[in-house]
């Protein structure tokens, strides 16, 4: 079985902190994501990286950045969290080699608040 | 501008009977759809998918239906079962323009509730 995992389920920040949101998959997967997700807006994508050391915005980058140094490792930085940062983030991976042409195996989650 | 609705935000169903979640989409683009299912404090989970070649995609109790021309795509649960509540999600993907950019596109979800 594909297996994401989350550093951390529930995590609070305070305004101006920066924070780190650690993903690992365990498929050798080339492609991994970042979503958020907040009531009534679905999912959103923050970044995805279809390689090591490559990735690309999505269509909610600001405020956000992203490292892949390892191939099963995808890290989601907030450099200076908000409070309107606050949300639910999802991590996903898939091994299709051209995009997310293949279903995405999603993480468990991490429901950050900044206060 | 939302390129994929889910224009009901919830939905109610008696166990046994059918449910049917709806999605529309507005890019020509898209050609292949998927269906995510997500309980609670879990990420989503991959249910069924389609692609725009197909007008059907049967998968046990569940079927997708599309309708290109409409730009519109279904999922029918047949018969419902009360496990079958979450939050369904569909989700759309272009393979033009290659490479990176085929991003998946979520609808904002419709909250399934299949009542015992």
């Known amino acids: 079985d594909v297996k994401v995992t989350q550093s951390s389920r529930y995590l609070v920040k305070r305004t101006g902190e920066k924070v780190f949101l650690e993903c690992v998959q365990d498929?050798?997967?080339?492609?991994m994501f970042w979503y958020r997700q907040d009531p009534g807006l679905g999912l959103r994508l923050i970044y995805f990286?279809?390689?090591?050391?490559?990735?690309e915005k999505g269509d909610i980058p600001e405020g956000y950045s992203v490292s892949r140094e390892k191939k099963e490792r995808f890290s989601l930085i907030l450099e200076s969290a908000s409070t309107n940062q606050t949300s639910m983030y999802l991590c996903?991976?898939?091994?299709?080699?051209?995009?997310?042409?293949?279903?995405?195996?999603f993480g468990p989650g991490t429901r950050l608040t900044v206060t | 501008d939302q390129q994929v609705k889910q224009n009901s935000p919830s939905l109610s169903v008696q166990e046994g009977r059918i449910s049917i979640l709806n999605c529309d989409y507005t890019?020509?683009?898209?050609?292949?759809f998927l269906w995510y299912k997500k309980y609670p404090a879990e990420g989503p989970t991959f249910l069924i998918s389609?692609?725009?070649?197909?007008d059907k995609n049967e998968d046990g109790r569940f079927t997708v239906f599309l309708n290109k021309s409409a730009k519109h795509l279904s999922l029918h649960i047949v018969p419902s079962q009360p496990g079958d509540s979450a939050v369904y999600f569909c989700?759309?993907?272009?393979?033009f323009g290659g490479g990176a950019t085929n991003k998946l596109i979520f609808g904002t979800g419709t909250l399934l509730a299949v009542q015992p």
């Open positions: 996903a991976s898939n091994g299709a080699s051209w995009g997310p042409r293949d279903e995405q195996y």
């Open positions: 498929m050798d997967h080339e492609n």
């Open positions: 990286s279809y390689d090591v050391k490559m990735k």
């Open positions: 890019n020509s683009m898209f050609d292949y």
């Open positions: 389609i692609s725009s070649i197909k």
């Open positions: 989700a759309a993907s272009s393979s």
